[in-house]
T-cell receptor, first 117, second 110 residues
Framework: GAVVSQHPSRVICKSGTSVKIECRSLDFQATTMFWYRQFPKKSLMLMATSNEGSKATYEQGVEKDKFLINHASLTLSTLTVTSAHPEDSSFYIC?????????????FGSGTRLTVV | QQPVQSPQAVILREGEDAVINCSSSKALYSVHWYRQKHGEAPVFLMILLKGGEQKGHDKISASFNEKKQQSSLYLTASQLSYSGTYFCGTEQAGTYKYIFGTGTRLKVLA
């Protein structure tokens, strides 16, 4: 089945540094990827929609200069958290829509738990 | 804009049934259901594409009322493995966004 590989799975960084999270579609082309953030015991909140070859579309309240999204190819989208602060600590997940496989649906990366100290 | 799920949380005994509802204020193209275990990514359960569509496998089924912009997930004869947080994922008509519902925490006790 369609697989999205997300790395790293866990990262601890110092406040003020930047962290890059990668999502790769392994056996399909992901024209569109979605990036979500999930705080403990909360739902997944859409941060931005990433389209290959164009600028990402950010949701209201999400700082585009802080959360840099790049979707340079059909198999790779990256999220860079710049100048991270403790309040950025969260679970970040990417997702891509998969058409024509098992009735359709969205496949998710395994998630990245970011801890900013 | 975020679909509201009800109940927020439910505790069951093994073998009991549960219904989880997902209600949207916007017209929906499709509804997906997921189960998420703590610390893991959501696992896809099923997709409902058409109004009135019902689907199911094993003891988990779902329905989609397009007019009411609602979907329900039915869990029958619950098992311990059903414990987790359930989310509906929705494709909102007229947009390319994929939005998750507020979530329902379900715990099945032996």
């Amino acid at each position: 089945g369609a697989v999205v590989s997300q790395h790293p799975s866990r990262v601890i960084c110092k406040s003020g540094t930047s962290v890059k999270i990668e999502c790769r579609s392994l056996d399909f082309q992901a024209t569109t990827m979605f990036w979500y953030r999930q705080f403990p015991k909360k739902s997944l909140m859409l941060m931005a929609t990433s389209n290959e070859g164009s600028k990402a579309t950010y949701e209201q309240g999400v700082e585009k200069d802080k959360f840099l999204i790049n979707h340079a190819s059909l198999t790779l989208s990256t999220l860079t958290v710049t100048s991270a602060h403790p309040e950025d600590s969260s679970f970040y997940i990417c997702s891509a829509r998969v058409s024509g496989t098992g009735g359709g649906g969205y496949t998710f990366g395994s998630g990245t738990r970011l801890t900013v100290v | 804009q975020q679909p509201v799920q009800s109940p927020q949380a439910v505790i069951l005994r093994e073998g009991e049934d549960a219904v989880i509802n997902c209600s949207s204020s916007k017209a929906l193209y499709s509804v997906h259901w997921y189960r998420q275990k703590h610390g893991e990514a959501p696992v896809f359960l099923m997709i409902l594409l058409k109004g009135g569509e019902q689907k199911g496998h094993d003891k988990i089924s779902a329905s989609f009322n397009e007019k009411k912009q609602q979907s329900s997930l039915y869990l029958t004869a619950s098992q311990l493995s059903y414990s987790g947080t359930y989310f509906c994922g929705t494709e909102q008509a007229g947009t390319y966004k994929y939005i998750f519902g507020t979530g329902t925490r379900l715990k099945v006790l032996a």
